[in-house]
């Protein structure tokens, strides 16, 4: 591991923080982030030591970074992929999302995937076949399955909605809460753009949809409508 950029992170860290990351990650006892560790690096401060060595980085220096245990070294390295992927040409972009692709296990809590996603896999895919976003919404791989959803924020940044919503009807009946609010978040993205869009596919549906999904979902509906949705008069 590049020792340089271990003493610039480690510059930024905050032990003092530490407790409530690893609070607010759900690091403890059968949570998703159990055993996680922290520096206690805020975002910023990360992204202030990517900008100043992603260029120069190798993929073997990346993959030591995303093979950490601490938190924040995995999502320096992820944001390292992501100035990498926005910086470079069309062909570099291939070996970067086969990269993601290969190490995706690493990617292991919601930031993480939040933060790269759609930069990464959502862009790549933008004008390529989608279908393995419907194979990983069946996985079994928690966030692997909010990397599939996650991803389609690109495809609605450019107006395309078919697969942020045949994968949302895919993970309509998903176990767990992290999924319901990725979804509803998608859903109500996708309003932001047409609110009649989002409306025709929540009316046959809404219903059924766990709680906190719909409630993202309608989160900026007007009151009125917000309330009769929830209260199931629609």
Not at 64 to 79: D, M, N, T
Not at 156 to 172: N, P, R, T, V, Y
Request: include cysteine.
């Amino acid at each position: 591991m590049n020792q340089t950029i271990v003493e610039a992170l480690n510059s930024y860290a905050n032990p003092a923080k530490i407790a409530d990351y690893k609070r607010f990650f759900k690091t403890g006892r059968g949570e998703y982030g159990e055993g996680d560790c922290f520096l206690g690096v805020n975002v910023p401060d990360t992204r202030r030591v990517v900008k100043c060595y992603y260029k120069t980085m190798s993929f073997d220096e990346i993959e030591a970074f995303l093979y950490s245990p601490y938190h924040e070294h995995r999502l320096f390295a992820l944001l390292v992929l992501v100035a990498l992927f926005q910086a470079k040409d069309l062909d570099y972009q291939t070996p970067i999302y086969n990269f993601y692709l290969k190490h995706i296990h690493q990617i292991n809590n919601w930031d993480l995937v939040d933060s790269s996603a759609s930069y990464i896999v959502g862009s790549y895919l933008l004008q390529r076949n989608r279908s393995i976003l419907h194979q990983w919404a069946t996985s079994s791989h928690l966030w692997t399955r909010r990397i599939a959803i996650v991803s389609t924020f690109a495809f609605i940044k450019a107006g395309d909605f078919e697969d942020s919503l045949a994968l949302s009807d895919q993970l309509l009946h998903d176990s767990h809460d992290l999924i319901h609010k990725a979804v509803g978040w998608v859903l109500r993205t996708i309003g932001d753009h047409d609110i009649n869009r989002l409306i025709a596919y929540l009316n046959p549906r809404y219903k059924q949809m766990p709680r906190t999904m719909l409630r993202y979902a309608i989160e900026k509906f007007d009151e009125p409508l917000r309330q009769s949705y929830l209260k199931g008069l629609v």
